[in-house]
């Protein structure tokens, strides 16, 4: 190890001589700081203590640029210190003799490969979710923090119109369905989906992407006393409270920042598969109920139902 | 999302009642307070009769204290109109076209149960001052299409009826996919009555 850290290069008797070279600087300058603190000394005339305090300053002078420049002529024999290390200056810690007491370097080293490795699996992982990016968890592990912010305003300030467009065509996908498309409060649309003689939903759009749903029976209630749409209130029925649950999770499922079209649609798809929501039976244990409710949960992927305790 | 159950069983009627009351418990129910229908028979009057050459109708004029404010009047096949409570101060007015059969009068009275979203009432058919058998009735509230949650109702039904439970309503039959109203669970009542009214002329073994 030593002799990696002190190179060929380097002159160990030019090494010495530098270490006395600064000796004497330091001396030299000392000696002129000295002789401007004392300033003049008593002479018998103005004209020799002048003359004497000048010469006495200009010699001490001397020497400092005479030690300053034989420095310099040392520095260079002695060489530059290797950078090569691959650790820098950490590498000097491997110089310890005492290894036992002070096992540093070789703790450094552990943690540095540590480091190492937690940084190349990182990538990996980071890489491996960045293809699902359906997931809005993914999504923010994936794209930088800053840069979320940017992308947001271009699928947040989305004209209108091409909301009603785009609820417009969903509508028209599924005959079962009807999508009705109201603004109580300005740009925000409210969406009151109505799936057979099953259900009603209430959802709550920004721009494209639905901030809240609440789902209540056919026969329930949607609207407040002045006529408004009931965001607020949930369900009276304990299955549709149920179902109201999962919708939300599904909200956070279909996630898709780029495409906010696709996250409504898929969403929208989902809920139709509650059209059967008291025909079809659980597609684990066959049966209709489980504590009084039906299967209210629907797979994301294939739409399948379950109950909420036979999902996994 | 109603349906009629006449339980007639080798006990008599106030055990099979608290057998069955029971069993809603063990399963998680929870009392509600008590229920209440009934069912007055009037016969079309004979003036009537002659001048417009039909056979003798019967009108039923029902109460159901899940509808307080309601009084519901059916034809054995016909209409089925839902009127005012008052209604039935009209049928006295009536009384030359309509009369009462007083002896023909019989109700159901019971516990209502709550288990979910299931609606579930327990009763006692008596007629005058005997019990007659035992009415059942399901209700499954967020379901509006009663032929869409039949099997989940049916599935219910055997966890507490075993055996017993019954097979699709003709209510339903023809309904389609209508929406369920009050009116089918009075034509329920109604038909469950008519048949324990035949019982009687038949005793069935095992009533007392």
């Known amino acids: 190890m030593a002799d990696g850290v002190l190179s060929p290069g380097v002159n160990l008797e030019a090494f010495s001589q530098a270490i006395s070279a600064i000796q004497a600087l330091r001396s030299s300058v000392t000696r002129v700081f000295d002789c401007l603190k004392d300033g003049m000394r008593n002479k018998e005339t103005l004209e020799g203590r002048e003359k004497g305090f000048v010469a006495a300053f200009q010699e001490s002078l001397h020497s400092v640029s005479r030690d300053l420049g034989e420095l310099e002529r040392l520095s260079n024999l002695v060489g530059k210190p290797s950078e090569n290390h691959p650790l820098h200056n950490s590498g000097l810690l491997s110089l310890d003799p005492v290894q036992d007491k002070t096992p540093l370097y070789s703790q450094l080293l552990q943690a540095y490969k540590w480091s190492n490795k937690l940084q190349y699996h990182a990538g990996l992982a980071s890489g491996l979710l960045n293809q699902q990016s359906l997931k809005r968890s993914a999504n923010q592990m994936g794209v930088s923090a800053k840069r979320r912010p940017k992308a947001q305003p271009t699928t947040l300030v989305l004209p209108p119109q091409y909301v009603d467009d785009v609820i417009n065509r969903i509508d028209r996908m599924f005959p079962e369905m009807s999508i009705q498309l109201s603004r109580p409060n300005g740009t925000s649309a409210m969406l009151l989906v109505t799936l057979g003689k099953v259900l009603k939903v209430i959802v709550v759009m920004r721009s494209l992407f639905i901030d809240r749903t609440i789902v209540k029976g056919y026969n329930e209630n949607v609207y407040t006393e002045d006529g408004k749409l009931d965001i607020w209130s949930k369900s009276n029925y304990q299955v549709f409270q149920k179902v109201t649950d999962h919708a939300t999770t599904a909200l956070l499922h279909y996630q898709l920042p780029q495409m906010p079209d696709v996250v409504v649609r898929s969403f929208m798809t989902w809920l139709r598969s509650y059209i059967k929501l008291f025909q079809a039976p659980c597609q684990r244990c066959g049966k209709f109920l489980q504590d009084g409710l039906p299967p209210t949960w629907r797979d994301f992927r294939t739409l399948e139902a379950f109950h909420d305790t036979c999902r996994q | ?208």
């Open chain 2, 1 to 208: 999302n109603v349906s009629q159950v006449p339980v007639a069983e080798g006990k008599s009627v106030q055990q099979t009642v608290e057998l069955l009351t029971r069993k809603l418990e063990v399963l998680g129910a929870e009392k509600q307070g008590t229920f209440c229908v009934d069912c007055e028979t009037y016969h079309t009057a004979a003036a009537t009769i002659g001048t417009q050459g039909q056979t003798g109708k019967l009108m039923y004029v029902m109460h159901n204290s899940e509808y307080p404010l309601s009084c519901f009047a059916l034809f054995e096949s016909g209409p089925c109109l839902i009127a005012d409570a008052n209604f039935d101060i009209l049928m006295v007015k009536l009384k030359g076209f309509f009369q009462n059969a007083k002896a023909n009068k019989i109700e159901t009275r019971g516990t209502r149960y709550q288990y979910c979203d299931f609606l579930v009432k327990v009763g006692t058919v008596t007629m005058g001052p005997s019990a007659r058998g035992i009415s059942v009735e399901v209700e499954y509230c967020p379901c509006v299409i009663a032929n869409d949650c039949w099997s989940l109702l049916m599935e219910f039904m055997q966890s507490f009826m075993g055996s017993h439970a019954p097979g699709l309503p003709s209510v339903f039959g023809t309904k389609h996919d209508s929406i369920y109203s009050p009116s089918d669970t009075m034509v329920q009542y109604m038909e469950l009555f008519n048949k324990i009214r035949k019982q009687q002329q038949v005793p069935v073994a095992g009533m007392r």
